[in-house]
Nanobody, 130 residues
Framework: QVQLVESGGGLGQAGGSLTLSCAAS????????MAWFRQAPGKEREFVAA????????YYADSVKGRFTISKDNAKNTLSLQMNSLKPEDTAVYYC???????????????????????WGQGTQVTVSS
């Protein structure tokens, strides 16, 4: 079983930057792709970005493409999300998650579905002021 703990959230300004981190512990063999999701008040949890198990492939929501960068360090068991050019609409609780899909055989579309992720962190609040 994998345990995930996010950190790095807080208050940012529009046009500024924040970096989120996610520390993973537990069975390495159970880890496949990893992703960041976010949930704003009154809205459903939405996909932000994902990265393949080996880090070779990354996927982004259209709303963050070109502004956010997902990365991982398997040696340190960490997942990161560099967020640049922040917008007020980026305000949300951000969650990291590990996929329950096969680490090698999956579709990009499947990584956008929260149901395909079995372990979640507790979330970290990001608030962007205008």
């Amino acid at each position: 079983q994998v345990q995930l703990v996010e950190s790095g959230g807080g208050l940012g300004q529009a046009g500024g930057s924040l970096t989120l981190s996610c520390a993973a512990s537990g069975r390495a063999s159970s880890r496949g792709a990893m992703a960041w999701f976010r949930q704003a008040p009154g809205k459903e949890r939405e996909f932000v970005a994902a990265i393949s198990w080996d880090g070779d492939n990354t996927y982004y929501a259209d709303s963050v493409k070109g502004r956010f960068t997902i990365s991982k360090d398997n040696a340190k068991n960490t997942l990161s999300l560099q967020m640049n050019s922040l917008k007020p609409e980026d305000t949300a609780v951000y969650y990291c998650a590990t996929s329950i899909l096969d680490r090698y055989y999956y579709s990009a579309a499947s990584l956008r579905e929260p149901a395909n992720f079995g372990a979640w962190g507790q979330g970290t609040q990001v608030t962007v002021s205008s």
